[in-house]
C-alpha cells in the first residue's frame, strides 16, 4: 500500500508522541535509515510536500542540509501532548 500525505504527516506525529526526548527532535538516522529508506521514490516526494505542510502550519521546523533534522514546535506539542 502506498503512503498518502496524510499518512505520512500521521507518521512523523506519531514518532514525536513515542519519543522520550526532551528537546522534540526527530533523530536524523531514524528519518533517513529507518522512514526515508522504507519510501519509493514517489513517497518521498510525498514526504517533502508533508513536512511542508506541517511546517507552514507551524507544528515543525525543518532544517536539510547535511544533517536533516525535524524539530516539534511549541504549537506541535501542544498539538499532539493534550
Known amino acids: 500500500m502506498m503512503n498518502t500525505k496524510k499518512m505520512i504527516k500521521r507518521d512523523i506525529l506519531e514518532k ?23 519510501l519509493n521514490k514517489h513517497e518521498k516526494d510525498i514526504f517533502e510536500k508533508a513536512v ?3 511546517a507552514s502550519n507551524g507544528l ?5 542540509g547535511v544533517s536533516l533534522e525535524l524539530k516539534l514546535t511549541g504549537l506541535g506539542e501542544t498539538l499532539i501532548f493534550q
Not at 514525536?16 to 522504507?38: G, M, Q, T, V
Open 16 to 38: 514525536f508522541k513515542e519519543l522520550e526526548s526532551e528537546e522534540n527532535i526527530l533523530p536524523d538516522a531514524w528519518l533517513k535509515n529507518e522512514y526515508l529508506n522504507r
Open 60 to 64: 515543525v521546523e525543518y532544517k536539510a
Open 52 to 54: 511542508g505542510e506541517l
